[in-house]
Structure formats: C-alpha cells, structure tokens
C-alpha cells in the first residue's frame, strides 16, 4: 500500500483536491478533521489546562485558541506537544484498517505536512498549488480572515515554492476544476500502478 501526503499552502485548493481523490475511490483522511473531532473529545481537557478559557462547553472554541497560539510560538509548540501524538494516533489505526481492507492507495491530507517532518511518514508527496494572487484572492474571501491572519498564517508555512521542489507530484489548481481532476486522475492512475509493482514484487 501507498501513503501519499497531500499539502499545500492556505488557500491552494487542497480540499478539493482531497475531494476528488477521495471520488476515485481512494481513502482520504484529513488531519484536520482528526483535530475537529480531538478538540470536541479528548484532547479538549489537556488544552483547557494548557490555555484556560479556550473550551466551552467541553468543546475547544477554535477562534479563541487561535488568539493565543497563531502570535506566539511556545503557546504554538505548547499545543502542538499536545495535539500530534493524537493526530498520530488516529493516523496509525486509520493505515491498519485501509492496510486490513486491501486497499492499495490511501491519501494523508496534512496542511503542514513539511512543517512538521511528516514527509517521513508518507511514501510519496502531492503538493496543490496555484499564484500568489489567486491565492490571496480565495484565502481573504473566506468568513472571518483577515489580511493580518492571513499573513500571520503564511509566516508559519513553509514557501510554496518549496513546496513544489520537494514534491514528488505537484497539481496546478489555478485552472478550471476539470483540469485538475485530469492532474490528479493521473497520479492515481500511476500511484495504483506502482502500488501492484510492489505487491508483485512482495509476493
């Protein structure tokens, strides 16, 4: 089986992307999602301790962690400590059921992916990208963002530009979303074809 790790920088359609993966019949599991659920269970009590005042009714209010994490890089490690072992966690049992199931291809979607190292823990990396102007465009249309949230936000990502060079795929979202289905139909078309290489070459 292979693990891709899908990523790419705020506002670069890597949702989408995940979205059309997961189309092809492929198993998407999403860190972010992994986080939603620890904040609403049992990561919440470690947090509330950690940063009195961020959960409400046993729920952490995403908004109000953010005001004290996103400026402040202790608070940021503080909380990271906190919530990765977690994400792992659910990451390994999520790989034992797909791995239990047959599957062939499964797709890690990590926004910060680089930033934490997890390249090492996929086979292979899809980066989604488009330019900087249509990303600022997508990103400050969102409810709730701000220029200054926005900028703060790319000070914590690794540049797209690096990105792309340390991927082994890179799609370009700055197209119609027919094009970037025909990118990403491509990479599982080659993924599934590696995938049975290797189990071929196990058996």
Known sequence: MIVVGLTGSIGMGKTTAGTMFARRGIPVISADEIVHTLYAGRAAAAIESAFPGTVVDG??????????????????RKLEAIVHPLVAEERAVFIDRQHEAGQRLVVFDIPLLFEGGGEKTVDCVVVVSCGAALQRQRVLARPGMTEEKFQAILARQVPDA????????VVDTSGPLEETRAQIDRIVD????????REQGDA
């Open 190 to 197: 080659q993924l599934l074809v590696e995938s049975a290489k």
């Open 59 to 76: 729920i952490v209010d995403r908004e109000k962690l953010s005001a004290v994490v996103l400026k402040d890089a202790e608070a940021l």
């Open 162 to 169: 690096e990105k792309r060079a340390r991927a082994d795929y």
